[in-house]
């Protein structure tokens, strides 16, 4: 059986002039990897901190493991476990001390503690470092061992704050691992990232959040079918004849311009549709120099439902117009 794990209906939250949430409401399914993507400012932190109980709710309602977050904080608390977007170690503690003290700050009887801190450094593969420093430990080791803390006291729902920013390319990828190996155990996660990849790898479902709203929700699959099955990338030497010929055509849906090219979004089979548009672009003299044949990917999403990339950081201009082709 799954039910809801957390519940969230007309939720705003206002800093001064600033909507950082401006109306959004959502659930997660219990046992689900569940995300909020969305640029730098979307309010994505303003929202996991009212759903951890560190900021109070201004209007709208919440529930986490079947409390409510207003009325029943407490009971929230002690239903979750947190990793903030900051680092939040204390340099002189070893990695056991810091599970250790999280584990008495909870309560957690002596010999549960013990056993629950080397089931969850060798979870997260800290065993070699248990007596280091945290001073001493990569980008990567301290993230995992705030993971373990948060793990802790066995949460119904671990919530991950950019679990993966500022860390490489590869480091990135294994917490993925690690994120997936603590949902398997049965743990609903609610995560927030700014990276596409990162959503679309780890997340049942993800919510679009921009503005302080949420623009979609779906899983990663839905959201990309939205696009069409395929995309096909053009530069011509006439990039205004080339939309005209493709939005003449029945098997485009949406027409993207980049700097030097066009992306048509297209409504069947990509490998049958480009030899026809390659052909119609002929019979009007528009040769083709480059043309590329893809899937859509989680950034060509973001693009078609906010208009803006998100990889452009902090960029609040379009920054490709997106053209939708007239329905005849
Ligand atoms: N304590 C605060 N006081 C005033 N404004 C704030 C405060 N915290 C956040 N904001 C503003 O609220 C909006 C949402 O911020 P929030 O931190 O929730 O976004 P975010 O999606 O987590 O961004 P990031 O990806 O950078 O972490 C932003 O415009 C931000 O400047
Ligand atoms: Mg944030």
Known sequence: MTGTIIEVEGLYHHYGDVAAVNGISFSVIEGEIFSFLGPNGAGKSTAINILITLLRIQQGMATVAGYNVQTDPQKV????????????????????????FHGRLYRMPSAERKQRIDELLTLVQL???RDVRTKHLSGGMKRRLEIAR???????????DEPTIGLDPQTRMRM????????????TIF???HYMDEADHLSDRISIIDHGRIIVTGTPYELKNTLGEDLIYLETDDLPGTRAALLAMDQVKELNEKSRGIVAMLNGDGTKILPQIIENLAGRRIRVNVANLKKPSMDDVFLHFTGRELRDEGAEKASSAVIRAGRR
Request: net charge negative.
């Open 127 to 129: 065993d070699a470092k």
């Open 77 to 100: 608390r002690n239903s979750i476990g947190i990793v903030f977007q900051d680092v939040t170690l204390d340099r002189d503690m070893t990695c056991r001390e810091i599970l250790e």
């Open 150 to 160: 948060g793990l802790m006291t066995r949460p119904k729902v671990l919530f991950l």
């Open 191 to 193: 995560l927030t990232t």
């Open 176 to 187: 993925w691992d690690y994120i997936k190996a603590v949902n398997e155990e049965g743990t």
